[in-house]
Nanobody
Framework: QVQLVESGGGLVQAGSSLRLRCAASGPTFTNYSMGWFRQAPGKEREFVAA????????YYVDSVKGRFYISRDNAKNTVTLRMTNLKPEDTAVYYC????????????????????WGQGTQVTVSS
């Protein structure tokens, strides 16, 4: 069982930066591929970014490429989403998710791939 706790959300102005952090419990964090998703008011939850258990690549939705950066620290059992040049359309609840994907082919985008989810953290960007 993995528990995920997000932090770092808040209210910021457009053009600002935020750093979201997801802390994972459990001894096998290195076996999990990690993703960030978001859900804006009135919209379905969507993929934002992901990093595999190997940490050797990253994935992003087109709308955040060049502005958001995902990384992981296996020693601290954390995954971070650094968000820069925030826009009002980035306003959403951001969720961290974990997929036990060690050693197998992995698709980072489908939500059904992920086994565990955090409770979410609110990010609000004012214009």
């Amino acid at each position: 069982q993995v528990q995920l706790v997000e932090s770092g959300g808040g209210l910021v102005q457009a053009g600002s930066s935020l750093r979201l952090r997801c802390a994972a419990s459990g001894p096998t964090f290195t076996n999990y591929s990690m993703g960030w998703f978001r859900q804006a008011p009135g919209k379905e939850r969507e993929f934002v970014a992901a990093i595999p258990w190997s940490g050797d690549t990253t994935y992003y939705v087109d709308s955040v490429k060049g502005r958001f950066y995902i990384s992981r620290d296996n020693a601290k059992n954390t995954v971070t989403l650094r968000m820069t040049n925030l826009k009002p359309e980035d306003t959403a609840v951001y969720y961290c998710a974990a997929d036990l994907a060690y050693g197998r082919t992995w698709s980072p985008v489908p939500q059904i791939e992920y086994d565990y989810w955090g409770q979410g953290t609110q990010v609000t960007v004012s214009s």
